[in-house]
């Protein structure tokens, strides 16, 4: 198992390097003038000049690039053009409540999804396996900016005094579900699937012919041989989440990444975009290896193919 995570780490290093190659390149390929964007309408040639040294803009673009890996290297990802604040403590202040988000997103999805899944396999063609499909469809098909809207506009019918903001955990309850439908509804769809597929086999039969009850047939032994897909799916989407979901945080005013983000690129403050960028990236592919750990804890055959 050491070996297999060594493997995997080792892999991860040219993914880490090009993901800051690409954060660095972004504030070229970006139309504009990142010095023009800080001062303004009015401003003056020398004044350009002075921030282009500051910010080591009027130098080549390897000189950048060190300047750039260096401040990586010590936690500075650069100071904000719009409110001259370290980047690195703007995205540390966000991330808390992005992760709250995260979280209570992925409860919902797991919640709904597994137990839905489940029971549809239970029953399949049934009346409670056909709504229970209905709601997936539905749930894959919405928008999240669409189911977000339509939570609004229930919760004000039945007076749901959280709408937005943060605070207490009832503000968290519509962004979690507006952003877990998606995920649940997939994670539904999937469990069913591959639970009708399990639950075929013989070793259920077996197990079932020995007396033991439903719940352990379900639990102990179908469900554990399921784990890999369902694993993929809640380790992505969770990965998904903490990069940055601008759209609910923007709809229920969420103080998140994601909103950092959205209002980084309407300023055109560009520190702050490479900053929320390379975070978000490096998130994502922080949980992506996580789930590749949990591969080949949950199926020995897997850590064994790839040592």
Request: with cysteine.
């Amino acid at each position: 198992m050491i070996q297999f995570i060594i493997r995997r780490i080792l892999e991860l290093i040219p993914v880490i390097i090009g993901i800051i190659l690409l954060t660095f390149i972004l504030m070229y390929i970006v139309p504009g003038d990142p010095v023009l964007s800080m001062v303004g309408e009015r401003y003056d040639e020398a004044t350009l000049e002075i921030l282009r040294e500051q910010f080591h803009l009027n130098q080549s673009l390897p000189t950048q690039f060190f300047h750039y890996l260096n401040g990586l290297i010590h936690g500075d990802l650069g100071i904000s053009f719009v409110n001259q604040q370290p980047v690195t403590k703007l995205i540390m202040e966000r991330f808390p409540a992005t992760m709250i988000l995260a979280l209570g997103a992925m409860f919902i999805s797991i919640l709904l999804g597994l137990s839905v899944g489940v029971i549809s396999a239970i029953k399949p063609h049934s009346i409670i396996d056909r709504a229970a499909m209905l709601f997936a469809l539905a749930g894959i098909s919405m928008p999240v900016f669409w189911v977000g809207l339509l939570l609004v506009l229930a919760a004000q019918s039945m007076g749901w005094q959280y709408l937005s903001g943060y605070g207490c955990w009832a503000y968290l309850v519509l962004p979690a579900i507006t952003l877990g439908t998606r995920s649940a509804a997939f994670l539904a769809r999937v469990t069913r699937a591959n639970m009708l597929e399990v639950l075929n086999q013989d070793y259920i039969r077996t197990a079932r012919a020995k007396g033991l009850s439903q719940l352990i047939v379900i639990t102990k032994h179908a469900l554990k041989n399921t784990l890999i897909p369902i694993v993929t799916i809640i380790g992505v989407d969770f990965g998904s989440y903490l990069s940055g979901a601008v759209l609910t945080e923007s709809i229920f005013n969420w103080p998140g990444i994601g909103r950092l983000a959205l209002n980084a690129i309407m300023q055109r403050d560009f520190p702050v975009i490479q900053g929320t960028v390379l975070v978000t990236a490096l998130v994502f592919v922080t949980s992506n290896f996580i789930v590749d750990i949990l591969y080949g804890y949950l199926d020995p055959r897997i850590r064994i193919e790839k040592s």
